[in-house]
């Protein structure tokens, strides 16, 4: 009876085994029967790894398997968001220098003016400085190869001149009044990539610190920033995102903890393998109490958002501009074992309303997204505050209750549309076909003694503007094969003259003296300005009324900042290295 019993027990268990050993046999034997067919065992796991071997052993011609894998991963990322990629291990060190906040080199920026390589400036302190050399010098050989007169491109150069710290690099120079070539054996370095293009006193008591993107260095620049400018007086604060496409989150959310108390909301992050994660205040800022705008344009991205979102949503300044681009999406750099890197979208980042500012795309479709700020120009968002519509299902509210909306990008406070003055046909060919910067950087050589004696770049810029400067730029870009139009010269001739005596000031001045004279008549920045010396930075509840969509948006009917259309606006820059 007893035996009959445990028989009851124990033979359902080992029917149940014996059917598990059955089904992994027969598996094993499916696999093995594929395997002879193709000469490769079948793995679920990793049959990219054996498609791969089938090729690399069985296809009719040599194939270089790396070289494959290497054009396959990025069709891989294609087909996902628009902001995950693959960065081959040949491109990382460049993908990061400018967010990690230095390179090695030498630390100069140049210029391929007619085809030579000019040195624009010397890096105070850096390596190029320490060996002897100067701005406006010409560097001819490098390593005792030449490099003039032989269409080297500049990333060609950059990347000759760049390299390992402490290594060294030989440079024949060509200096004025010096009969022969001069040599510098250059030790390489650290040069540092700043993120805070400029801060200076734009009107008493009024600062302005213009950001071009969100780097390792980034908070401690901007604290620098905040520092010189309370020193002079400041107390009131213009910063400015126009143009910054982001970065690192972390310094965005360190800026944000300056200006606002303890307990305050930041931004917060969740993905489907990440639950949320939340940025709060600390309470040890230095500017809680000071009155602060924000400038954000169609350029304004991801980190830009973050600040931009935070200040709006907790009630703390005005935005004005225009629409952010919309990028709520957060990457995770992941290193590869053979150094390539791959930047996974892993979370979204909502502000503290809770709204995502991440535009809407489709999977594997990257030219409709990459279109959307074509659309939103064609479509006259950039003209009036009107185009924009607004969809009551992203709606949300800042903390004192506020209409804001998500779904695509932080849409501004104070809306200013973009400005035609003085834009013509010609005023376009100009600036896009490099003449009037190269113009600035000749007038500079050939009057570099005179120039370089002033000490102040107000002082050089009230210089400029007693010289025929307009008149000497049409005749230069004639000889260069622009054709003059003295009716779309008449027009745009201020708008010439203000970025040529810019960019002249900027080759003895750096942005120190560029910004305060090309943005002198910026609307924009202007209407910062007003709002701040009327006290009328912190945003406030109207009262509410029924609108439409297409009047939530306040806006002033005058030209504002951005001369290009739909195109980013061009600031010519020279190469670091």
Same mark, same amino acid.
């Given at each position: 009876m007893e035996k009959n019993r445990r028989l009851a027990i124990w033979l359902p268990v080992i029917i149940a085994v014996c059917i598990g050993i059955g089904i992994l046999i027969g598996n094993h034997f499916v696999r093995v029967a594929e395997g002879r067919r193709t000469g490769f065992p079948v793995t679920h796991g990793n049959k990219i790894n054996t498609i791969l071997d089938i090729i690399d052993n069985q296809y009719v011609d040599t194939v270089n398997v790396n070289t494959l894998i290497e054009?396959?991963?990025?069709?891989?990322?294609?087909?996902?968001?628009?902001?995950?990629?693959?960065?081959?291990?040949?491109?990382?060190?460049?993908?990061n220098e400018d967010l990690e906040g230095s390179f090695s080199g030498i630390g100069v920026s140049f210029n391929m003016q007619t085809d030579t390589i000019l040195v624009i400036?010397?890096?105070?302190?850096?390596?190029?400085?320490?060996?002897?050399?100067?701005?406006?010098?010409?560097?001819?050989?490098?390593?005792?190869?030449?490099?003039?007169?032989?269409?080297?491109?500049?990333?060609?150069?950059?990347?000759?001149?760049?390299?390992?710290?402490?290594?060294?690099?030989?440079?024949?120079?060509?200096?004025?009044?010096?009969?022969?070539l001069l040599v510098f054996d250059v030790t390489r370095g650290d040069v540092p990539v700043s993120s805070v293009d400029v801060s200076y006193k734009i009107e008493d008591g009024?600062?302005?610190?213009?950001?071009?993107?969100?780097?390792?260095?980034?908070?401690?620049?901007?604290?620098?920033?905040?520092?010189?400018?309370?020193?002079?007086?400041?107390?009131?604060?213009?910063?400015?995102?126009?143009?910054?496409?982001?970065?690192?989150?972390?310094?965005?959310?360190?800026?944000?903890?300056?200006?606002?108390?303890?307990?305050?909301?930041?931004?917060?992050?969740?993905?489907?393998?990440?639950?949320?994660?939340?940025?709060?205040?600390?309470?040890? =800022?230095? &500017?809680?109490? @000071?009155?602060?705008?924000? $400038?954000? %344009?169609?350029?304004?991205?991801?980190? !830009?958002?973050?600040?931009?979102?935070?200040?709006?949503?907790?009630?703390?300044?005005?935005?004005?501009?225009?629409?952010?681009?919309?990028?709520?999406?957060?990457?995770?750099?992941?290193?590869?074992?053979?150094?390539?890197?791959?930047?996974?979208?892993?979370?979204?980042?909502?502000?503290?309303?809770g709204r995502s500012i991440q535009k809407k795309y489709e999977m594997g479709n990257d030219n409709d997204y990459e279109q959307d700020i074509?659309?939103?120009?064609?479509? =006259?968002? &950039?003209?009036? @505050?009107?185009?924009?519509? $607004?969809? %009551?299902?992203?709606?949300?509210?800042? !903390?004192?209750?506020?209409t804001v909306y998500g779904g695509g990008g932080i849409m501004p406070d104070l809306f200013i549309p973009r400005d035609t003055s003085g834009v013509t046909s010609y005023f376009t060919n100009v600036v896009n076909s490099g003449v009037l910067n190269l113009f600035a950087l000749d007038y500079s050589d050939k009057n570099f003694n005179k120039l370089a004696s002033f000490k102040t770049y107000q002082e050089l810029y009230n210089y400029l503007q007693q010289q025929p400067l307009l008149s000497d730029?049409?005749?230069?870009?004639?000889?260069?094969g622009i054709k003059r139009r003295e009716t779309l010269i008449r027009i745009s001739g201020p708008l010439i003259l203000k970025q040529i005596e810019a960019y002249i000031v900027r080759n003895f001045f750096d942005d120190d003296g560029f910004y305060p004279i090309?943005?002198?008549?910026?609307?924009?920045?202007?209407?910062?300005?007003?709002?701040?010396?009327?006290?009328?930075?912190?945003?406030?509840?109207?009262?509410?009324?029924?609108?439409?969509?297409?009047?939530r948006i306040s806006g002033i009917q005058t030209n504002g900042s951005g001369r290009y259309g739909f195109v980013k606006e061009i600031i010519s820059r020279e190469a670091i290295v």
């Amino acid at each position: 009876m007893e035996k009959n019993r445990r028989l009851a027990i124990w033979l359902p268990v080992i029917i149940a085994v014996c059917i598990g050993i059955g089904i992994l046999i027969g598996n094993h034997f499916v696999r093995v029967a594929e395997g002879r067919r193709t000469g490769f065992p079948v793995t679920h796991g990793n049959k990219i790894n054996t498609i791969l071997d089938i090729i690399d052993n069985q296809y009719v011609d040599t194939v270089n398997v790396n070289t494959l894998i290497e054009d396959v991963i990025p069709k891989v990322f294609s087909e996902l968001d628009p902001h995950s990629i693959y960065i081959p291990a040949k491109d990382v060190q460049k993908a990061n220098e400018d967010l990690e906040g230095s390179f090695s080199g030498i630390g100069v920026s140049f210029n391929m003016q007619t085809d030579t390589i000019l040195v624009i400036s010397v890096i105070p302190g850096g390596p190029a400085e320490k060996a002897g050399l100067q701005a406006f010098d010409r560097i001819i050989t490098i390593n005792d190869s030449t490099y003039a007169g032989n269409k080297s491109s500049q990333e060609l150069v950059m990347k000759t001149l760049r390299g390992e710290r402490n290594s060294t690099v030989r440079l024949g120079v060509e200096r004025k009044n010096e009969p022969e070539l001069l040599v510098f054996d250059v030790t390489r370095g650290d040069v540092p990539v700043s993120s805070v293009d400029v801060s200076y006193k734009i009107e008493d008591g009024i600062g302005y610190i213009k950001i071009s993107k969100f780097g390792r260095t980034t908070y401690n620049e901007f604290l620098t920033a905040l520092a010189k400018l309370k020193q002079e007086g400041c107390n009131s604060f213009v910063v400015d995102l126009r143009g910054n496409t982001g970065g690192y989150m972390d310094a965005a959310i360190n800026m944000v903890n300056e200006f606002m108390p303890a307990g305050n909301l930041v931004v917060y992050t969740e993905g489907k393998a990440f639950p949320r994660n939340e940025a709060f205040t600390n309470g040890t =800022g230095n &500017f809680q109490d @000071a009155p602060i705008v924000v $400038l954000t %344009d169609e350029f304004s991205a991801s980190a !830009s958002e973050i600040f931009a979102g935070a200040i709006q949503d907790n009630d703390r300044g005005l935005i004005i501009g225009r629409r952010t681009f919309g990028k709520g999406l957060v990457q995770s750099p992941i290193h590869l074992s053979d150094g390539s890197e791959i930047r996974l979208t892993i979370a979204r980042y909502y502000t503290p309303s809770g709204r995502s500012i991440q535009k809407k795309y489709e999977m594997g479709n990257d030219n409709d997204y990459e279109q959307d700020i074509y659309n939103r120009f064609m479509h =006259g968002e &950039f003209d009036t @505050a009107d185009s924009i519509k $607004l969809d %009551d299902q992203d709606k949300f509210e800042t !903390s004192i209750g506020r209409t804001v909306y998500g779904g695509g990008g932080i849409m501004p406070d104070l809306f200013i549309p973009r400005d035609t003055s003085g834009v013509t046909s010609y005023f376009t060919n100009v600036v896009n076909s490099g003449v009037l910067n190269l113009f600035a950087l000749d007038y500079s050589d050939k009057n570099f003694n005179k120039l370089a004696s002033f000490k102040t770049y107000q002082e050089l810029y009230n210089y400029l503007q007693q010289q025929p400067l307009l008149s000497d730029f049409v005749s230069f870009a004639e000889s260069k094969g622009i054709k003059r139009r003295e009716t779309l010269i008449r027009i745009s001739g201020p708008l010439i003259l203000k970025q040529i005596e810019a960019y002249i000031v900027r080759n003895f001045f750096d942005d120190d003296g560029f910004y305060p004279i090309f943005q002198n008549d910026d609307v924009t920045l202007q209407e910062a300005v007003k709002v701040l010396r009327e006290g009328k930075s912190v945003p406030v509840l109207e009262k509410k009324e029924e609108k439409s969509d297409n009047d939530r948006i306040s806006g002033i009917q005058t030209n504002g900042s951005g001369r290009y259309g739909f195109v980013k606006e061009i600031i010519s820059r020279e190469a670091i290295v």
